[in-house]
Structures are given as structure tokens and as C-alpha cells.
């Protein structure tokens, strides 16, 4: 699973560096500031969140079991859910959009929690 999630964070942050520099060159004209913001925020998370997936990677590595895999699978649905609304909010303007954005962030935040528990399991298959 490690080499999953470390392939994923390696894939996450490619694309997150593609739709930066995306924003910065093709959208800086051709949208408001406040949507480029809103994109940009899509991409700077999405890039906190590739390197999230290594920390992940490493963590199903050392301490196999449920929580260290929990959290690189919550790593990559919450970027898919935060990232991926802002894009499509951000390109498209239907604030309905919006709405998606938080259950990404609480999955990040699940995460993060899964990562904290993992690395306080004392058994080796917990």
C-alpha cells in the first residue's frame, strides 16, 4: 500500500504544479481574481496534501495496519472533494460547487487524525 500512496502523492503533486502553473499562465486574463483565488487555494492544499500522501506512505510502511492505510485513502478523497470543487468553482462559477468543498477538508482533517493514531499504535498489525 505504501508504494500506492507514495505513487499517488508523486501523481497529486505533478498535477498540482500542472494546474499552478495552468492558473498562473492560461487563467490569470481569463478569470476573476476572486475565482483565480479560489483556484489558487485548490492548488495550494492539493500540494500540502501530495506531500501528506508521502508522510502516508511512509507511515503504512512502519506501522502497517487499518489507520495508516485510512489515512492516505482520506488524503486523496479529500483532495478529490476540496481541490476538485474549488477547480470546477472556479472554472465554472456554479457556487453550488462550494457546498462539496468542506467534506474534502474534514476528510484532510481525518486524515491527519489516522496519521496521529497510527503512529501512536503499540502492535505492529494495529
Same mark, same amino acid.
Given at each position: 500500500?505504501?508504494?500506492?500512496?507514495?505513487?499517488?502523492?508523486?501523481?497529486?503533486?505533478?498535477?498540482? *504544479?500542472?494546474?499552478?502553473?495552468?492558473?498562473?499562465? @492560461?487563467?490569470?486574463?481569463?478569470?476573476?481574481?476572486?475565482?483565480?483565488?479560489?483556484?489558487?487555494?485548490?492548488?495550494?492544499?492539493?500540494?500540502?496534501?501530495? &506531500?501528506?500522501?508521502?508522510?502516508? @506512505?511512509?507511515?503504512?510502511?512502519? /506501522?502497517?495496519?487499518?489507520?495508516?492505510?485510512?489515512?492516505?485513502?482520506?488524503?486523496? *478523497? =479529500?483532495? *478529490?472533494?476540496?481541490?476538485?470543487?474549488?477547480? @470546477?468553482?472556479?472554472?465554472?462559477?456554479?457556487?453550488?460547487?462550494?457546498?462539496?468543498?468542506?467534506?474534502?477538508?474534514?476528510? /484532510?482533517?481525518?486524515?491527519?487524525?489516522? &496519521?496521529?493514531?497510527?503512529?501512536?499504535?503499540?502492535?505492529? =498489525?494495529?
Amino acid at each position: 500500500m505504501e508504494r500506492r500512496f507514495f505513487a499517488a502523492g508523486a501523481i497529486s503533486g505533478l498535477v498540482g *504544479v500542472l494546474l499552478g502553473a495552468f492558473g498562473a499562465h @492560461a487563467l490569470r486574463d481569463r478569470i476573476a481574481s476572486d475565482a483565480l483565488g479560489i483556484y489558487e487555494t485548490g492548488v495550494r492544499y492539493q500540494m500540502y496534501h501530495a &506531500l501528506a500522501l508521502f508522510a502516508a @506512505a511512509r507511515a503504512a510502511a512502519r /506501522w502497517p495496519g487499518g489507520t495508516a492505510r485510512a489515512a492516505g485513502i482520506l488524503f486523496i *478523497v =479529500g483532495t *478529490v472533494l476540496f481541490s476538485g470543487s474549488l477547480y @470546477a468553482l472556479a472554472l465554472s462559477g456554479i457556487g453550488v460547487l462550494g457546498a462539496i468543498t468542506p467534506a474534502g477538508g474534514a476528510s /484532510w482533517a481525518a486524515g491527519w487524525i489516522c &496519521l496521529a493514531v497510527a503512529s501512536r499504535a503499540r502492535n505492529e =498489525g494495529r
